[in-house]
């Protein structure tokens, strides 16, 4: 088993990663945006690793007690979407027999939840306070809840990728995120990799975070552009040479206070994700090594 101190090390890089990605319309070390910095996602990133990855904590308590101490030190939501989506998989982690693949522990983390694991992140979401959050007719996150987790996320599904993923065991990271990753690390550095994977999100998916704010008045937009950058990005020789189409890509999104907020929380998820992935088949490998 992977320990605390690793799982937050690892934890800690995805995150960094994602932040040297040069994400169009997000925080990254090229731009800071939306009245947030990079230090603002260091600083959220190294105080939620702890109760993120304690292995004491249940579900629930890991989500809330991460948001809270990002919420303590910042005072603004920087990784909601981050942590709900990385503390299924730390759980997945602790929880996993070694003859398990990580989505098949993962599955069962997610068909398991509780009404206690609700009621702690109904809670951490009502503390992060997520633009556009709104209110809801059936299990509003402002009352006590009644389900369990995964059937909450069921019922915010339609509106939330995040959610989204809690009933389909992370189908959009596992079955094209990774994939998209790995095709382009064969040729590109871990951020250049990674800005793959948030174009080729957005390029295929809509954004929540830019939905719940605009409607679908800038989706096709995004996704033109994304898509656009995509092409780019897997033809060019040098990745460098598109540092100005970003630039200008990036500042035209900031100006219309345009931020996919939830493809970027998706991207560090999957260079998560991939982490964790590697660091299993090597401990399966070693296991399988002649003495």
Not at 10 to 36: R, T, W
Request: charge should be negative; include cysteine.
């Amino acid at each position: 088993m992977i320990s605390a101190q690793d799982l937050s090390q690892l934890y800690k890089k995805a995150c960094e990663v994602e932040l040297q990605a040069f994400k169009p319309g997000n925080v990254s070390i090229y731009a800071d945006g939306h009245d947030m910095t990079v230090d603002d996602f260091r600083v959220s990133a190294k105080v939620s690793a702890g109760p993120l990855c304690n292995p004491d904590y249940t579900l629930g308590e890991k989500i809330f007690y991460a948001v809270r101490a990002t919420r303590e030190a910042v005072s603004c939501n920087t990784n909601l979407g981050i942590i709900l989506l990385c503390a299924p998989l730390i759980e997945a982690i602790y929880n996993k027999p070694s003859a398990w693949t990580l989505r098949q522990a993962l599955n069962d983390v997610l068909i398991n939840t509780t009404v206690q694991d609700a009621e702690w992140v109904f809670k951490a979401i009502s503390l992060a306070s997520p633009g556009g959050l709104g209110s809801s007719d059936e299990q509003d996150v402002k009352e006590r809840p009644s389900v369990n987790l995964t059937e909450a996320m069921r019922l915010a599904s339609l509106k939330d990728r995040i959610a989204l993923q809690y009933i389909t065991d992370y189908q959009d990271i596992f079955d094209f995120a990774v994939l998209v990753y790995y095709n382009a690390i064969r040729s590109r550095n871990q951020e250049w990799a990674t800005l793959s994977v948030y174009a080729a999100l957005l390029s295929r998916f809509p954004d929540s975070h830019i939905e719940r704010k605009y409607g679908s008045q800038f989706t096709e937009m995004v996704a033109s552009k994304m898509s656009h950058l995509s092409n780019q990005l897997s033809e060019v020789d040098n990745p460098e040479h598109l540092l100005p189409l970003l630039f200008n890509f990036d500042q035209e999104l900031k100006n219309k206070g345009i931020n996919p907020g939830t493809m970027a929380d998706m991207t560090v998820v999957t260079v998560f994700t991939v982490f964790l992935e590697e660091v299993i088949n090597l401990t399966s490998c070693n296991k399988n090594l002649p003495i």
